[in-house]
Nanobody, 126 residues
């Protein structure tokens, strides 16, 4: 059974930065696309960023392009989300996720998700 453990969330002022990490245990996630979703209060969970199995392709929702960067270290079974120029509308619980099928593209919108993390709260104050 794969377990995903996120860290790095917190409270930050608008314009600040945070770096989220998600480490998998139980099996390697190197053949799979991994990514981040978020869910704000009263809203549906949305895809934020994804990175394919090799790290050579990334995908972002339009609202975070140019501000967020996703990366992965397969040797450490870890995916990162560097979040810069944070805005109050970025406030949400952030979840990491692993695709269920190997060797897919970077986007995870509409993809079947094999594993979810427990979530980490990101709060951006104005």
């Amino acid at each position: 059974q794969v377990q995903l453990v996120e860290s790095g969330g917190g409270l930050v002022q608008a314009g600040g930065s945070l770096r989220l990490s998600c480490t998998a245990s139980g099996r390697t996630f190197s053949p799979y696309t991994v990514g981040w979703f978020r869910q704000a209060p009263g809203k549906e969970r949305e895809f934020v960023a994804g990175i394919n199995w090799s790290g050579g392709s990334t995908s972002y929702v339009d609202s975070v392009k140019g501000r967020f960067t996703i990366s992965r270290d397969n040797a450490k079974n870890t995916v990162y989300l560097q979040m810069n120029s944070l805005k109050p509308e970025d406030t949400a619980v952030y979840y990491c996720a692993v695709d269920s099928i190997r060797f897919q593209g970077a986007t995870m919108m509409g993809r079947p998700i094999a594993n979810w993390g427990q979530g980490t709260q990101v709060t951006v104050s104005s």
